[in-house]
């Protein structure tokens, strides 16, 4: 089955430094990649949506220069949390469809634990 | 708008057990029904899915899904429960012709097998 490979899988990092997150699917093309967040014991949060070759689409309440999303090919989407803090420790998951094939599930990164100290 | 209900937060079952995890839907139209399992501290993998067909969907690991129309409903189960089946899953809806939008996923019921 298709694979998204999401990198890295923790991170943690100091308050005020940006951290990037990379999110690939490794045997498809995926024009549109969708960024959630998740915290403890909760259901994933919509973020934004990652569209190739334009800008992305954020979710009411999320803050688009904090999170900085960036999708320059079908296969790699970014997604940079800028000056860090610690309300931003998460785990963040990224998920792409094969656009080539129809009605097919999503499929997911495996996620990245960010621990801001 | 398009919604999904798992109303239990926590299911317990005894291994070998049958088990049902429920999920109820909202959704404009035909819907596109789905089944994730996550493990602590990792991304979600797909169990199964129903686009059309057949309403009786069976997934990976022994997981099966009925899809009831009437009821708007996509309850997973299982026959027999193993302890490795102790997870997080998610039930997640798509409208079918709501194209390339995101999963509309449910808040998640942890599942505890045991022993």
């Known amino acids: 089955g298709a694979v998204v490979s999401q990198h890295p899988s923790r991170v943690i990092c100091k308050s005020g430094t940006s951290v990037k997150i990379e999110c690939r699917s490794l045997d498809f093309q995926a024009t549109t990649m969708f960024w959630y967040r998740q915290f403890p014991k909760q259901s994933l949060m919509l973020m934004a949506t990652s569209n190739e070759g334009s800008k992305a689409t954020y979710e009411q309440g999320v803050e688009k220069d904090k999170f900085l999303i960036n999708h320059a090919s079908l296969t790699l989407s970014t997604l940079t949390v800028t000056s860090a803090h610690p309300e931003d420790s998460s785990f963040y998951i990224c998920?792409?469809?094969?656009?080539?094939?129809?009605?097919?599930?999503?499929?997911f990164g495996q996620g990245t634990r960010l621990t801001v100290v | 708008a398009q919604s999904v209900a798992q109303p239990e937060d926590q299911v317990n079952v005894a291994e070998g057990n049958p088990l049902t995890v429920k999920c109820t839907y909202s959704v404009s139209g035909n819907p596109y029904l789905f089944w994730y399992v996550q493990y602590p501290n990792r991304g979600l993998q797909f169990l199964l899915k129903y686009i059309t067909g057949d309403n009786l969907v069976k997934g990976s690991y022994g997981f099966e899904a009925e899809f009831n129309k009437s009821q708007t409903s996509f309850h997973l189960k299982k026959p027999s429960a193993l302890v490795s089946d102790s997870a997080l899953y998610f039930c997640a809806v798509r409208g079918a012709n709501s194209g390339n939008t995101p999963l509309v996923f449910g808040k998640g019921t942890r599942l505890s097998v045991i022993a």
């Open positions: 998920s792409a469809r094969d656009l080539n094939r129809v009605n097919t599930e999503a499929f």
